[in-house]
């Protein structure tokens, strides 16, 4: 029973070391129309027996690895969403209610998703007894902004496409606007990246209708002829009701093949040398069983021959197959490489073929009479004074530890007792 008793009194003092705060609901969104105000309530509160402060702050989402200085569009809506309250004092397990209210904007903004984040952050107000904590929750806050009139907002979803093959196109519509739209008719412009005033092709994506906040997508298809390898630039025009909306990405074009673009060219004599070669593939899908011969050849005849291979190789990816070479019986000098590289989509098997040189090396040895390099001894390399402030700091720490849970135990007792 004593250590079920201690084994609590350690768990709550574990826990008495932070005060913990929370919103609800976690996450929100609005919509706001031309001319609209809208408010959105929000309720902090408290889990811990003892007086919080609730800080509140609403700011535009950046990830943590984007600078705060860089423009987003959110910023520009920012000025226009406020909070009723910047600060709530909270007694224990008080909860407390506060709004954020949001005002169309009077300048012309671009409607679309506008990402922000409400922080609460926390901690014992002055004065109070126990250790103060500080910790915070952020809660995602989304703005969908809508336009006056008929507004389509479009985008183009990543493509795969492969030589010779039908590639799906899609394109993405959403109404932004309060208004009908009656009908919204697409197309899609290709253009070369070297030539971009000079159109390759246009894939009709046919027409539809959108009622007011719905999104539909549009389908079409394109085969790209034998020999259209490369990077394109394609560009959606979608015309509705006497607009006009755009769309645009660059697509690369693979062909199912891949490229040895790298052949080790270089490598020392008398022993076993690693041995690589480096592969790409054209091809938007991943290809599998990768397997290739290597043959090194002196005036035409084949001295040594190796194998390597690989499971698979990503779509437009990169890999390097690593083997080994025997070159012991080798002599120094200049060798040409032959490498023969089999693989498959899946369902039918393809060979690719490379050549290059290899230049054999002799090893570098130290002469007889090149003294040496002393190596240091092992009481220089790890002396036994630099153990000793280690052992020092750890017994500090716990030290410190113990001290803090000690003094947890002293305020949850005084707790216990005041309550009692």
Known sequence: MKKIITLIILVCIQFSLVYAIGITPAKGAITLYPGETQEYEFTAFSNEPFPQIAALVFIPWRAPDEAPDIYKKEDKLAKYITLDKTEIPLEPTEQQQFKLKAVYPQEDLEPGNYEFALFVTQGKPKGSSGIVALGAVRAPFNVWLKKKGKYIHANIPPINAKENQPTP??????????????????????????????????????????????????????????????????KAIIDYDGNTAYANRTIKI??????????????????????????????????????????????????????ASEKTISGLGKTKMKTYLDATSLQQGVYTVDVSLSFSDGTQKYTTKADGTLKLLAKETISPTTPAKEEPSQEVSAPKSTSEPKSSSGRYIIRIISAIAILGLITLLIFIRRKR
């Open 254 to 307: 693979g062909s199912l093949n891949l490229k040895i673009t790298d052949i080790t060219s270089q490598a020392d004599i008398g022993g076993v040398t690693p041995f690589y070669l480096t592969i790409e593939n054209d091809w938007p899908s991943p290809l599998e069983n990768l397997f290739a011969d290597i043959t090194i050849k002196k005036e035409g005849n084949t001295v040594a021959s190796m194998t």
């Open 169 to 234: 196109f899609m394109l993405n519509m959403r109404s932004w606007g309060d208004e009908v739209i009656t009908q919204a008719k697409a197309s899609i412009e290709i253009y070369s990246t070297n030539n971009l005033a000079a159109k390759i092709s246009t894939v009709d994506m046919g027409f539809t209708s959108l009622e007011k906040d719905e999104s539909k997508t549009l389908n079409g298809v394109w085969t790209p002829p034998q020999g259209t390898k490369g990077a394109y630039f394609i």
